[in-house]
């Protein structure tokens, strides 16, 4: 049973720390939510319509077109007038790491601070009641009974984290 909490705990905290530094490296994100690596946009493009239009033709079979009935010369001008063309894709959406953040729904924030009240660090609890995991300036932390996960983060993520931080308790510090 443990190993099966060990490896829960390690999926979520990998997931957390995916999710946060592909906020900050600019990775994509379809309509779905799902990550997109794109070199080429006209060809991702594509591609989703390809998928669209392949879905469209499961649906409703070439064969079985009948022009008086949709009103259409012929069954791609039909389609066309359904699903659009490829210029009608969404591109995809870039995630910011506020985004991100406010997207995980935070419990807690907590501040390291100097006497001046200068900062030093922090960390947000974003998981609780099951596992805890709490992201901290370097690294995203789980807990879960007597298992932990402890996972770097790299070094534009934690200066951009940093910088979220600091903003927060800016807003705090007034």
Known sequence: MA????????????????????????TLYDINGNHVVIDDLDGWKAEQYKKKSDEFGKEHPKESYDPEMYGF???EEWMEGEIGTVDDIDDPDEVSLSECIDKEGLGDIRFEVDVSKDLYGGKVLFCYGGPNIWVADDEVRGYWGSSTVEMPLNSETRSELFNWFEEQWDDIKG
């Open 3 to 26: 190993s099966n909490i060990d490896e829960d705990l390690h999926r979520m905290v990998k997931g957390i720390v995916d999710n946060l530094e592909a906020a900050v490296s600019g």
């Open 73 to 75: 010369d012929t069954y």
